[in-house]
């Protein structure tokens, strides 16, 4: 699926998005909020997850380029959340909002932009909510879902099942939004 905004190109990913996509995992400074950085092999693998996912689901994370020049800045997308996270969330989310971008794309709201596209595309499809979640201390991330105008849900905290007691990015926080055309 192709999602068009101001500055993205929202889209499926291509065999050209691999080394890039590689790159930016692999920055220890994009990774700070993550336990480590992912080798090649693994980017390799979440892509080929991804593309099969979007084609069982019908959506998952993809790539997201800049419509001015095509160089890819990174990942934007919504998912089905992984049944381990799931199962650690008190409310047990259903579909989650991500993204990773490249550090020399950042501070010029192409997440939020990316993102806002994608939640529109979610109520498009009736989905009735959509979560974000990660680690309590990467505050650019919260920054995200506020601006697209997800709220923090303090019940949902959680312990990242897969970060060992102890570390300090084990404690994870919880952002929701509701489709708004179901309110009221
Ligand atoms: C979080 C992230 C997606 C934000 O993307 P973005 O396109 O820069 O988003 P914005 O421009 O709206 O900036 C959001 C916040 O990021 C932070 N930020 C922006 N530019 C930054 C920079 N150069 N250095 C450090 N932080 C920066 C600020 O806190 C900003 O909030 P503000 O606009 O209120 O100042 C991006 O920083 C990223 O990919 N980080 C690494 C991966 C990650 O942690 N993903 C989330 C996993 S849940």
Do not use: C
């Amino acid at each position: 699926m192709k999602i068009v905004t101001e500055r993205l190109i929202l889209r499926p990913w291509e065999d050209r998005d691999r080394a890039p996509m590689a790159r930016i995992h692999g920055d220890p400074h994009v990774r700070r909020f993550y336990p480590r950085v992912l080798t090649p092999q693994e980017v390799n693998a979440d892509i080929d997850l991804a593309i099969e996912r979007a084609r069982t689901n019908g959506f998952h994370f993809q790539a997201a380029e800049l419509k001015e020049d095509g160089r890819l800045i990174g990942l934007i997308g919504t998912g089905f959340a992984p049944d381990v996270i799931r199962a650690a969330i008190l409310s047990n989310p259903e579909v989650e909002i991500g993204w990773v971008i490249g550090k020399e794309f950042w501070g010029r709201g192409l997440a939020p932009e990316g993102a806002r596209a994608w939640l529109d595309y979610a109520w498009s499809i009736g989905l009735p909510e959509v979560v974000a979640f990660t680690a309590r201390l990467n505050l650019p991330s919260q920054r995200v879902m506020q601006k697209i105008g997800m709220t923090y849900d303090p019940d949902d905290d959680y312990r990242h099942p897969r970060i060992p007691e102890g570390h300090p990015l084990r404690p994870h926080v919880v952002y929701r939004i509701r489709n708004p055309s179901l309110r009221g």
